[in-house]
T-cell receptor, first 114, second 112 residues
Framework: EAGVAQSPRYKIIEKRQSVAFWCNPISGHATLYWYQQILGQGPKLLIQFQNNGVVDDSQLPKDRFSAERLKGVDSTLKIQPAKLEDSAVYLC????????????FGPGTRLLVL | AQSVAQPEDQVNVAEGNPLTVKCTYSVSGNPYLFWYVQYPNRGLQFLLKYITGDNLVKGSYGFEAEFNKSQTSFHLKKPSALVSDSALYFCAVKGGYNKLIFGAGTRLAVHP
């Protein structure tokens, strides 16, 4: 079974530029999550989709971050404009969606904002 | 509000010795608890979870975890550590809308 795919793996940009990350979840998983992991910290949820609807985006900085999940499969996360403090690893995860189900993570995208 | 604490930034153990990585939690209602491992430049890999049932949960790579409701703990254990177990370990609890709330992580260093 193929895992969660993410691209790119690494990205270096200058502040105020824009960047986009892509995620393809495990086939059949209805729920998709984007987490931000700052160095030295545990991952923090940014946004959660159930199919193509947003379930929780309470911790998404909506003035600069946006995300979409068209057709309930792939998802993109965008940052525009980026700030220095956005330097982090962005992890995508997916699950069947029920409370007891395990979330499976992709390899992550490491973003460095200069 | 749900929260997780990993009181040790780093755990050092000699190869072949037993290891324990500590985790305590705070939840309202039934806790759903998880352990993940992260190797350098890799995503999180699922190790094991506690949903209900036996307090001792067995997982991948010989790891197990003991759920203790009275102490609100979910410590990760392995009877005999390997150098290849050296990595960053995260404990997590399910929060609202199924999101995972992670601890800050514990770095495990296994020395030959």
């Amino acid at each position: 079974e193929a895992g969660v795919a993410q691209s790119p793996r690494y990205k270096i940009i200058e502040k105020r530029q824009s960047v986009a990350f892509w995620c393809n979840p495990i086939s059949g998983h209805a729920t998709l999550y984007w987490y931000q992991q700052i160095l030295g910290q545990g991952p923090k949820l940014l946004i959660q989709f159930q199919n193509n609807g947003v379930v929780d985006d309470s911790q998404l900085p909506k003035d600069r971050f946006s995300a979409e999940r068209l057709k309930g499969v792939d998802s993109t996360l965008k940052i525009q404009p980026a700030k220095l403090e956005d330097s982090a690893v962005y992890l995508c995860a997916s699950s069947f969606g029920t409370e007891q189900e395990t979330q499976y993570f992709g390899p992550g995208t490491r973003l460095l904002v200069l | 509000a749900q929260s997780v604490a990993q009181p040790e930034d780093q755990v050092n153990v000699a190869e072949g010795n037993p290891l324990t990585v500590k985790c305590t939690y705070s939840v309202s209602g039934n806790p759903y608890l998880f352990w993940y491992v992260q190797y350098p430049n890799r995503g999180l890999q699922f190790l094991l979870k506690y949903i209900t049932g036996d307090n001792l949960v067995k997982g991948s790579y010989g790891f197990e975890a003991e759920f203790n409701k009275s102490q609100t703990s979910f410590h990760l254990k392995k009877p005999s550590a390997l150098v290849s177990d050296s990595a960053l370990y995260f404990c997590a609890v399910k929060g609202g809308y199924n999101k995972l709330i992670f601890g800050a992580g514990t770095r495990l260093a296994v020395h030959p």
